[in-house]
T-cell receptor
């Protein structure tokens, strides 16, 4: 089945700096890659997603890039703010007909003042 | 539009008992997926229901089961609870296949 690796496991940046989180996936047939943000005591919240027919997608301070050949995708957060501090998860969809997602192990992002 | 709701939010059970968790998806969504989240194993897929049919199942023992009703609400059941079943159980709903999934707040289960 699909395997998703995520790095780094922890990331500390200064407010205003950029943060980059990287993921690789194993199944070349996967075609949907969402990113979720999870704050303490809450469920994961979708922040951005990308499909395999697109190489890059941007939403204000957040962008995601996808390299299908290398089977990796990355989350970029610019101008980080303290409220960006949370755990971020990447995921890849199962190539089958359902909605199964395989998640990475998460990145604890801390934005320091 | 109301988000995904899960009940109860917290639950304490003892080993050997069984538990039922409930999930109400976003209005109009017909697909409900369940995930287990633990510090050691991360987020793992349990199963998915679409139009009252189980469409996909993860690698969990048969003690974990689920169902979906005609109004798309879903329940999952865990029988003969083990200490290792302590986890946050998350439900996600989507409009259909390969559509965006929205998660609920989860049910935190503690097995003593």
């Amino acid at each position: 089945g699909e395997n998703v690796e995520q790095h780094p496991s922890t990331l500390s940046v200064q407010e205003g700096d950029s943060a980059v989180i990287k993921c690789t996936y194993s199944d070349s047939a996967s075609n949907y890659f969402p990113w979720y943000k999870q704050e303490l005591g809450k469920g994961p919240q979708l922040i951005i997603d990308i499909r395999s027919n697109v190489g890059e997608k941007k939403d204000q301070r957040i962008a995601v890039t996808l390299n299908k050949t290398a089977k990796h995708f990355s989350l970029h957060i610019t101008e980080t703010q303290p409220e960006d501090s949370a755990v971020y998860f990447c995921a890849a969809s199962d190539p089958g007909g359902g909605n199964k997602l395989t998640f990475g192990t998460g990145t604890q992002l801390k934005v320091e003042l | 539009k109301a988000g995904v709701t899960q009940t109860p939010r917290y639950l304490i059970k003892t080993r050997g008992q069984q538990v039922t968790l409930s999930c109400s998806p976003i209005s109009g969504h017909r697909s409900v997926s369940w995930y287990q989240q633990t510090p050691g194993q991360g987020l793992q897929f349990l199963f998915e229901y679409f139009s009252e049919t189980q469409r996909n199942k993860g690698n969990f023992p048969g003690r974990f089961s689920g169902r979906q009703f005609s109004n798309s609400r879903s329940e999952m059941n865990v029988s003969t609870l083990e200490l290792g079943d302590s986890a946050l159980y998350l439900c996600a709903s989507s409009a259909g296949p390969k559509e965006t999934q929205y998660f609920g707040p989860g049910t935190r289960l503690l097995v003593l």
